[in-house]
C-alpha cells in the first residue's frame, strides 16, 4: 500500500510545501472556474453535456462535472471508473454511462450488471460489425432481453477508433445494428483527439465544425431506424473544442440532438495551454518535486520526479513539464524516477542553475498531460488559493 493512503489526511490545513515528495497538486478554485465556463457555454447553447471521468478519477471531480446532477450522464473507460461511481447512481444524480472503448467480449458481464443490480444505464461503443454479432451471442447465452444501446463512433481524422464516413464498413455497421434485435443505435459519437493541434479559436472552431459534419453525415446514412429507439444523439467534443463551444451556435442544425463531450477541461495542462485556447493559470493541476542535486557544470538540476510521476509527452513547449514559478527552466530528460531541469528560455537570457536551485528546494511543476500523470498518484492533496491542503481525494485505481 502507498505510505500516502495511510497519511493523508494529516497534511490538510497545511501549506503545499509541507508535503512529501513528489505528489499531485490540485487547485479547486482553478477546477471549479474551468468547469463553471464549459456549463456555463454549454447551457447557453441549450445542448446536453457528458463528462468524462478519465482525467481525474474521483467521485468529488465527477459530482462537480455533474453540477450535482444538474447533468446526469457520463463516460468512462474502465470499469474501476463505473465502479467508483456507483455512489453518484445511489444518490440520484447520475443516470447513465457510455463505456467508451469499442466493446469486447470480456466487459460484458460486468457492464451488464451495473444496470441490472445498481440501475446504472450502460451505452456501448461500436464500429464494427463483430461488436454486433458479439452482443447478440452475449444475449442469447445468457438470456438478457434488453437491447444494448450503442453509440456507432465515426473517425473524424484522429485515426484512433471509429470508422470514417467514406468506409463501406460504416454503412455495414449501421446495418447490422440497426437490424439486430440484440442493439439499439442510440446515436452517434466522435471525439476530436487531433483538435489538440489547434493554435487558434478559429483552428478548433473548426476542427468542431467538422465534427459536427461528421456526425451528421453517418447518421444520414441510417434509414428506417427503429421508432422505440427513441431521438438520436450526435455526441461531439473533445477539451481542446470544448473551450470553444460556445462557437458552435453558429453551426447548430434545426431538431438536432447534440451533446457535447470533454474530459480534460477541469484539469487542463501544458497540451491545453499549447493550444493557445487555455491559459497557464487555467491549469489546476501541478506535481511538487524536491531538488536532489544541482551540477554547475553542464548548468542543470535534479529532482526526484522522473517519468512515473510525470509522463514523457510533450508540446509546444519544451520538456516534459515546466516550472511553475518560472517557465524558462524545464524538465528536458526523464528517467524512472530522475527529472533534469535545464533552461530554456533565451539564451542570451540564461541564468545558472545553482542560483536558482539548491538542494532540498521544493518546486511545482506544470505537467504536459493532466490525465496520465494525475493516473499515477494515490492521493490527489486539493488546495485552495493559498496553496493550503484542504481536502485529499482518493482516485479509483486500474482498469
Same mark, same amino acid.
Given at each position: 500500500?502507498?505510505?500516502?493512503?495511510?497519511?493523508?489526511?494529516?497534511?490538510?490545513?497545511?501549506?503545499?510545501?509541507?508535503?512529501? =515528495?513528489?505528489?499531485? &497538486?490540485?487547485?479547486?478554485?482553478?477546477?471549479?472556474?474551468?468547469?463553471? +465556463?464549459?456549463?456555463?457555454? &454549454?447551457?447557453?447553447?441549450?445542448?446536453?453535456?457528458?463528462?468524462?471521468?478519465?482525467?481525474?478519477?474521483?467521485?468529488?471531480?465527477? +459530482? %462537480?462535472?455533474?453540477?450535482?446532477?444538474?447533468?446526469?450522464?457520463?463516460?468512462?473507460? =474502465?470499469?474501476?471508473?463505473?465502479?467508483?461511481?456507483?455512489?453518484?447512481?445511489?444518490?440520484?444524480?447520475?443516470?447513465?454511462?457510455?463505456?467508451?472503448?469499442?466493446?469486447?467480449?470480456?466487459?460484458?458481464?460486468?457492464?451488464?450488471?451495473?444496470?441490472?443490480?445498481?440501475?446504472?444505464?450502460?451505452?456501448?461503443?461500436?464500429?464494427?460489425?463483430?461488436?454486433?454479432?458479439?452482443?447478440?451471442? *452475449?444475449? =442469447?447465452?445468457?438470456?438478457?432481453?434488453?437491447?444494448?444501446?450503442? *453509440?456507432?463512433?465515426?473517425?473524424?481524422?484522429?485515426?484512433?477508433?471509429?470508422?470514417?464516413?467514406?468506409?463501406?464498413? #460504416?454503412?455495414?455497421?449501421?446495418?447490422?445494428?440497426?437490424?439486430?434485435?440484440?442493439?439499439?443505435? !442510440?446515436?452517434?459519437?466522435?471525439?476530436?483527439?487531433?483538435?489538440?493541434?489547434?493554435?487558434?479559436?478559429?483552428?478548433?472552431?473548426?476542427?468542431?465544425?467538422?465534427?459536427?459534419?461528421?456526425?451528421?453525415?453517418?447518421?444520414?446514412?441510417?434509414?428506417?431506424?427503429? =421508432?422505440?429507439?427513441?431521438?438520436? %444523439? /450526435?455526441?461531439?467534443?473533445?477539451?481542446?473544442?470544448?473551450?470553444?463551444?460556445?462557437?458552435?451556435?453558429?453551426?447548430?442544425?434545426?431538431?438536432?440532438?447534440?451533446?457535447?463531450?470533454?474530459?480534460?477541461?477541469?484539469?487542463?495542462?501544458?497540451?491545453?495551454?499549447?493550444?493557445? /485556447?487555455?491559459?497557464?493559470?487555467?491549469?489546476?493541476?501541478?506535481?511538487?518535486?524536491? @531538488?536532489?542535486?544541482?551540477?554547475?557544470?553542464?548548468?542543470?538540476? #535534479?529532482?526526484?520526479?522522473?517519468?512515473?510521476?510525470?509522463?514523457?509527452?510533450?508540446?509546444?513547449?519544451?520538456?516534459?513539464?515546466?516550472?511553475?514559478?518560472?517557465?524558462?527552466?524545464?524538465?528536458? +530528460? @526523464?528517467?524512472?524516477?530522475?527529472?533534469?531541469?535545464?533552461?530554456?528560455?533565451?539564451?542570451?537570457?540564461?541564468?545558472?542553475?545553482?542560483?536558482?536551485?539548491? &538542494?532540498?528546494?521544493?518546486?511545482?511543476? !506544470?505537467?504536459?498531460?493532466?490525465? %496520465?500523470?494525475?493516473?499515477?498518484?494515490?492521493?490527489?492533496?486539493?488546495?485552495?488559493?493559498?496553496?493550503?491542503?484542504?481536502?485529499?481525494?482518493?482516485?479509483?485505481?486500474?482498469?
Amino acid at each position: 500500500m502507498d505510505i500516502s493512503l495511510q497519511t493523508h489526511q494529516s497534511y490538510i490545513g497545511k501549506p503545499v510545501s509541507a508535503l512529501p =515528495t513528489p505528489a499531485l &497538486v490540485l487547485s479547486k478554485p482553478v477546477l471549479e472556474r474551468n468547469v463553471k +465556463r464549459l456549463h456555463d457555454d &454549454v447551457e447557453a447553447l441549450g445542448i446536453g453535456f457528458r463528462p468524462h471521468v478519465k482525467t481525474l478519477k474521483t467521485i468529488e471531480a465527477t +459530482r %462537480i462535472m455533474l453540477a450535482n446532477g444538474k447533468y446526469r450522464k457520463i463516460v468512462a473507460s =474502465t470499469l474501476s471508473e463505473i465502479r467508483g461511481c456507483l455512489p453518484l447512481v445511489k444518490e440520484g444524480i447520475l443516470d447513465e454511462c457510455l463505456y467508451g472503448l469499442p466493446i469486447r467480449p470480456s466487459v460484458l458481464a460486468d457492464l451488464d450488471a451495473f444496470t441490472s443490480q445498481h440501475n446504472l444505464k450502460i451505452l456501448l461503443m461500436v464500429d464494427h460489425a463483430d461488436h454486433i454479432r458479439i452482443l447478440e451471442e *452475449f444475449n =442469447t447465452s445468457t438470456g438478457r432481453k434488453a437491447p444494448w444501446p450503442v *453509440f456507432i463512433k465515426v473517425d473524424v481524422g484522429t485515426s484512433r477508433a471509429g470508422i470514417v464516413n467514406s468506409s463501406p464498413r #460504416l454503412d455495414q455497421v449501421i446495418r447490422s445494428a440497426n437490424d439486430s434485435t440484440a442493439v439499439s443505435i !442510440y446515436g452517434f459519437y466522435c471525439h476530436a483527439g487531433h483538435s489538440y493541434a489547434s493554435k487558434t479559436t478559429d483552428q478548433a472552431v473548426q476542427v468542431l465544425q467538422d465534427e459536427l459534419e461528421g456526425v451528421l453525415t453517418a447518421a444520414k446514412k441510417l434509414v428506417d431506424r427503429k =421508432t422505440e429507439d427513441g431521438e438520436l %444523439i /450526435l455526441s461531439i467534443g473533445a477539451t481542446p473544442t470544448a473551450h470553444v463551444v460556445a462557437n458552435l451556435k453558429k453551426s447548430l442544425p434545426a431538431n438536432a440532438n447534440l451533446e457535447l463531450h470533454a474530459g480534460n477541461f477541469p484539469a487542463n495542462d501544458l497540451q491545453q495551454v499549447a493550444t493557445g /485556447l487555455v491559459a497557464q493559470d487555467d491549469q489546476a493541476v501541478r506535481v511538487i518535486a524536491e @531538488v536532489c542535486s544541482v551540477y554547475p557544470e553542464r548548468n542543470e538540476a #535534479l529532482i526526484n520526479a522522473g517519468v512515473i510521476a510525470l509522463t514523457k509527452e510533450t508540446s509546444l513547449f519544451a520538456g516534459l513539464a515546466r516550472w511553475a514559478d518560472d517557465i524558462n527552466w524545464s524538465i528536458v +530528460r @526523464v528517467s524512472q524516477e530522475h527529472g533534469i531541469f535545464s533552461w530554456v528560455g533565451e539564451e542570451s537570457k540564461k541564468e545558472k542553475a545553482e542560483d536558482r536551485f539548491e &538542494v532540498g528546494q521544493k518546486v511545482l511543476l !506544470y505537467t504536459q498531460h493532466a490525465c %496520465i500523470t494525475s493516473a499515477m498518484y494515490y492521493v490527489l492533496y486539493v488546495v485552495d488559493e493559498q496553496d493550503i491542503i484542504r481536502e485529499t481525494w482518493i482516485p479509483w485505481k486500474g482498469w
